[in-house]
């Protein structure tokens, strides 16, 4: 059970309304930064439950342009790359907004952030690798090193400029949890609890956390949080190692 993945289900029901009709998953991928940015609106004017719908909202629509690039049999590099990209700068400014509404500390913020990507990060790595052991999607690799060819109907000219884009910002956290972690790819299996555990790191579990804890009034205790959650990568890690010794 992938408990970052909740909103699949609802994901799955855009994606089958919207197979026969004009839009792409590029464009539902535009819907879910729309829909963070009024997220963000939100949390600044201090609407916090009206917050919690919004990340909701964008968790869901996050997971309805790859069900919709499935339905139209469209993978697409430029839709992966653009997807994450959008993820990183969604989530900085979500946390820099809190920093904002809170008059906390920058310095413990940017740590929060860069506690929450390498979460994502590991969380992200293992699962490429269990997709990639069960013949999973194509676009998604274990290693980001070099720019992929570009797939019918996308232009290699984008997907240069998002794999760049890409490599810039993630580059760091993928090179920090792969030093961590050099051997998980060649680990014989990750037992289903295991998974379920890696899955708080999700992205969609975490912006549900940050909407809970807003909606509940422990707006002060988020960046906390994720700074002291942060320290489950190494138990994570650990016990990844002790399962596949």
């Given at each position: 059970m992938d408990l970052s993945d909740y909103g699949?289900?609802?994901?799955?029901?855009?994606a089958k309304s919207l197979k026969?009709?004009?839009?792409?998953?590029?464009h539902v991928t535009i819907m879910f930064v729309i829909a963070g940015f009024i997220a963000i609106a939100c949390l600044l004017n201090q609407y916090y439950w009206a917050t919690l719908f919004?990340?909701?909202?964008?968790?869901?629509?996050?997971?309805?342009?790859?069900?919709?690039?499935?339905?139209?049999k469209t993978p697409s590099h430029t839709g992966r790359y653009l997807d994450s990209v959008s993820d990183i700068v969604l989530n900085l400014l979500i946390l820099i907004t809190i920093w904002h509404v809170t008059d906390g500390s920058l310095g413990l913020t940017l740590t929060?952030?860069?506690?929450?990507?390498?979460?994502?990060?590991?969380?992200?790595?293992?699962?490429?690798i269990l997709r990639n052991k069960h013949n999973g999607d194509t676009t998604?690799?274990?290693?980001?090193?070099?720019?992929?060819?570009?797939?019918?109907?996308e232009s290699q000219k984008n997907v240069d400029l998002l794999f760049s884009l890409y490599t810039m910002l993630y580059g760091i956290f993928d090179r920090i949890?792969?030093?961590?972690?050099?051997?998980?790819?060649?680990?014989?299996?990750?037992?289903?609890?295991?998974?379920?555990?890696?899955?708080?790191?999700?992205?969609?579990?975490?912006?549900?956390?940050i909407g809970c804890m807003l909606?509940?009034?422990?707006?002060?205790?988020?960046?906390?949080?994720?700074?002291?959650?942060?320290?489950?990568?190494?138990?994570?890690?650990g016990i990844r190692r002790l399962i596949n010794r």
């Amino acid at each position: 059970m992938d408990l970052s993945d909740y909103g699949r289900p609802v994901a799955r029901v855009i994606a089958k309304s919207l197979k026969h009709t004009s839009f792409t998953p590029i464009h539902v991928t535009i819907m879910f930064v729309i829909a963070g940015f009024i997220a963000i609106a939100c949390l600044l004017n201090q609407y916090y439950w009206a917050t919690l719908f919004f990340l909701l909202l964008k968790s869901i629509l996050d997971a309805a342009d790859g069900e919709l690039a499935r339905e139209k049999k469209t993978p697409s590099h430029t839709g992966r790359y653009l997807d994450s990209v959008s993820d990183i700068v969604l989530n900085l400014l979500i946390l820099i907004t809190i920093w904002h509404v809170t008059d906390g500390s920058l310095g413990l913020t940017l740590t929060a952030f860069f506690g929450i990507q390498l979460q994502g990060t590991l969380y992200n790595y293992y699962y490429v690798i269990l997709r990639n052991k069960h013949n999973g999607d194509t676009t998604s690799r274990v290693f980001e090193t070099d720019t992929p060819m570009a797939l019918q109907g996308e232009s290699q000219k984008n997907v240069d400029l998002l794999f760049s884009l890409y490599t810039m910002l993630y580059g760091i956290f993928d090179r920090i949890i792969y030093s961590l972690d050099r051997k998980a790819a060649h680990g014989k299996h990750l037992p289903r609890w295991f998974m379920t555990a890696v899955s708080t790191f999700g992205l969609g579990f975490q912006l549900l956390i940050i909407g809970c804890m807003l909606a509940l009034g422990f707006d002060r205790y988020i960046i906390p949080f994720f700074i002291g959650y942060s320290a489950f990568i190494f138990i994570f890690i650990g016990i990844r190692r002790l399962i596949n010794r």
